[in-house]
Structures are given as structure tokens and as C-alpha cells.
């Protein structure tokens, strides 16, 4: 069912370390050239640490495994129009033989599917704010995804114009455990540590992969590992062009899938584009800590 490229089939064979990469980012979450530059980096800085990396997307209606360079151009070009792919898509898309890039749920699923453990993104989806009490709640599918799938996501905590409290409690009730990475607080993807904290902190990747190998023979299901961003922007500044942003998404009544975007772009716009370095920059350094988890990871069978 899955079409999984020469190389990571090679690397899955061979028992080597592999990490997947989503796509959602490529073809939603980040404007040319940004997009394709983040794909490079993060596949670069995956195999600067030993390991593989399989980016995650749907190409002519196939679940592909180890997307290819052009494939990658294909998705980041916005003229081709990829449809953005939660898990519950896949069957549809694939039915009408679409493109679409793969949210974080989209890929936690394809990857499991395909027996990789280790994830690598920028931020998870989360609880919404509202702006509105009114409005209907919106949660991403994310959550639930994690909960359900072998697989370990490592981010820079959720998108902080999500309900960043809100989200957490969600990941307790989900049973998913969500874990420091050299950090007490949960951090909140480009900006400044949230102030919330989290109970549990590791200190490197073979502390994770530890951890990992015993909650997996616990629970069939998934775990955050949440990595401050490298070079965090104030978060009073952040809030403050966040709030007009909640409040544009909110006057254009804009579809589910269309808000995570629009905010993003609405705050990179505010900052002269601030944001979008602070997210290419920790979207590298999550591939690289999830590539350094895989690789502490083939010490055992999981
Ligand atoms: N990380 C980023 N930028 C993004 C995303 C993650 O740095 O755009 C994507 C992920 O694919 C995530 C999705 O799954 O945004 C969440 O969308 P929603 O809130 O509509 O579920
Ligand atoms: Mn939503």
C-alpha cells in the first residue's frame, strides 16, 4: 500500500535508524522558498547524525515513503494546489489521486504503517484558541493521532497561537506522554518558554530512547518529545500580533484547515518575517534531535 523509496526501504531492512519528515509544512505551512529550504535542511540534518529521512506525502493518489527531491519541488510549488492531508483524508485523496502534503496526524499514521518511530516537526496541532465563545471548538486531529500511533514526535512543543494549557491537559486526557527535552517548561514552538511545566525532563537521546523502548512496551501508542526552539522570539510581541491575527482568522470565518495557515503567515508578516526563521531554524534542530533519538533507539528492538 505504501510506496517507500529505495533508501528507506534499504534502511528499514537493514535495521537503521530512519526518521520521518511531514509535508503539511511544505505545501501550508511555509511560503518558496522557505518551504523547500526547510525540507533540504531538515533532510540534511537527519543524515548529519547517521540516520535516514523519509518525508511523508501523498503524490498522484500514492502514500509515498521517502519523498524524492522532485517530488519535494512538486509539493512546495502553491500553483499545483497539494491538498492539505489529515489521517482521515488519506483513503479520499488517494481515491482521486491527489497531492497533499501530510499534517503531523497524517504522518504519524504512514509512518507507523511504514514501521518508523521517530518524527520530526516544527510545532503540533493543538486546542484552538476562540475568539469567539460561539465558535464550534476546534481541536486538531493531531492529538488523537499521536495517542494512537507507535511513534515519537519530536517538536518545539504545540503552534503557540494554539491554547498552549489547553493542549496539554488534552495530551494527559489522551494518555500521551509529553516530555522535556532539556526543559522544565513546555516550550511553545518560536517563542519563549510557555511557563507551563512539565513534569518529566531528559537530558539527552539515549535518556529518551530509554524512556521510549518502556513506553512502548507499555502503551501501543505515541509521546511528544518537546525541544525548546534555538532562537526564540518575545513572546509579548508575538501575543500581541497574535491577538489581530485571531481576530482577521475569526471576521473571515475561514474553514478548519485554513486557520493554522492564515495564523502563520499572518505573524510572519508581522514580524518582517521573523517567525519564519525562528521556524525553519527549530524545525532543523527538531530533525536533528529526532535523528540523534533514532539512532539511540537501535540499541533495542521495539
Ligand atoms: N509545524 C510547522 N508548520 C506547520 C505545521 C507544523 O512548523 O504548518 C502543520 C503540521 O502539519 C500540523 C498542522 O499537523 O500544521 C496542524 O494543522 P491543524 O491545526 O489544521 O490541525
Ligand atoms: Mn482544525
Not at 522557505?34 to 540516520?51: D, F
Not at 516550550?187 to 510557555?194: G, K, V, Y
Not at 523502548?213 to 518537546?226: D, F, K, N, Q
Request: with cysteine; net charge neutral.
Amino acid at each position: 500500500m505504501l510506496r517507500v523509496s529505495e533508501e528507506v526501504a534499504a534502511a528499514l531492512r537493514e535495521g537503521r535508524a530512519v526518521v520521518a519528515l511531514e509535508t503539511s509544512v511544505v505545501a501550508q505551512g511555509l511560503p518558496p522558498p522557505a518551504n523547500l529550504q526547510a525540507a533540504r535542511s531538515c533532510g540534511a540534518a537527519v543524515r548529519a547524525e547517521g540516520a535516514v529521512p523519509a518525508a511523508i506525502a501523498v503524490l498522484g493518489g500514492e502514500l509515498v515513503v521517502g519523498a524524492s527531491e522532485a517530488q519535494l519541488e512538486r509539493l512546495a510549488d502553491p500553483s499545483r494546489k497539494a491538498a492539505k492531508a489529515g489521517a482521515r483524508d488519506l483513503a479520499a485523496l488517494c481515491g482521486a489521486g491527489r497531492d497533499a502534503g501530510t499534517t503531523v496526524s497524517a504522518t504519524c499514521a504512514i509512518a507507523e504503517r511504514a514501521g518508523i518511530r521517530l518524527f520530526a516537526t516544527g510545532g503540533i496541532g493543538g486546542v484552538h484558541r476562540r475568539v469567539d465563545p460561539l465558535d464550534p471548538p476546534d481541536v486538531s486531529a493531531d492529538l488523537a493521532e499521536i495517542a494512537r500511533r507507535r511513534v515519537c514526535v519530536v517538536c518545539a512543543g504545540p503552534k503557540v497561537i494554539l491554547d498552549l494549557a489547553a493542549t496539554a491537559e488534552m495530551l494527559e486526557t489522551l494518555g500521551v506522554p509529553l516530555w522535556g527535552y532539556r526543559t522544565s517548561q513546555l516550550p511553545a514552538f518560536f517563542t519563549e518558554a510557555s511557563g507551563i511545566a512539565l513534569e518529566h525532563r531528559f537530558e539527552g537521546p539515549a535518556e529518551v530512547a530509554a524512556a521510549l523502548r518502556m513506553h512502548w512496551e507499555l502503551s501501543p501508542g505515541g509521546a511528544v518529545v518537546a525541544v525548546p526552539p534555538p532562537s526564540p522570539l518575545p513572546r509579548a510581541e508575538i501575543e500581541t500580533a497574535l491577538a489581530a491575527a485571531l481576530r482577521a482568522a475569526a471576521r473571515r470565518k475561514l474553514p478548519g484547515k485554513e486557520v493554522t495557515p492564515f495564523l502563520l503567515a499572518a505573524l510572519a508578516d508581522a514580524t518582517g518575517g521573523r517567525t519564519q526563521q525562528a521556524n525553519l531554524e527549530l524545525l532543523e534542530n527538531n530533525a536533528r534531535v529526532a535523528a540523534q533519538i533514532a539512532v539511540a533507539l537501535l540499541s533495542a528492538r521495539v
